[in-house]
């Protein structure tokens, strides 16, 4: 499992609205991948908006940017979205197994 810190980095690639939207739509687009201002128009943020937002994303590895002459192609990286599920699995399982809640009937 990674450490905490690799995790938390891993999440914060999600933790705002504006990344849900690209990743739904980078998800309808996955074998073509989307071109940069094609995406921004619609989403509808500006391209400096989502140039940060972006960069979040590559930097916790689940983007990946492919130059195409002028134009930049954004894709995601289907692997790194399956180790983020399988690394959330592993944590709650794990969580679960160690704390499992007893249960006491509050009438008792």
């Known amino acids: 499992m990674k450490n ?4 938390a980095g891993l999440f914060a690639a999600f933790a705002h609205p504006t990344r849900i939207a690209v990743l739904r739509c980078l998800l309808k687009h996955c074998r073509t991948g989307r071109k940069f201002g ?3 128009t619609e989403l509808g943020v500006s391209p400096s ?3 940060h937002h972006l960069d ?3 930097i916790a590895g689940v983007l990946a940017r492919e130059a195409q002459g002028r134009k930049t192609i954004l894709k995601l ?3 790194a979205l399956s180790e983020a599920a399988a690394q959330l699995s592993l944590l709650c399982c794990s969580a679960e197994l160690e704390a499992r809640p007893i249960y006491k009937d509050p009438n008792q």
């Open 38 to 40: 094609d995406l921004s």
């Open 49 to 51: 908006t989502l140039k």
């Open 77 to 79: 990286d289907l692997g």
């Open 4 to 7: 905490d810190s690799e995790l």
């Open 56 to 58: 979040e994303m590559q």
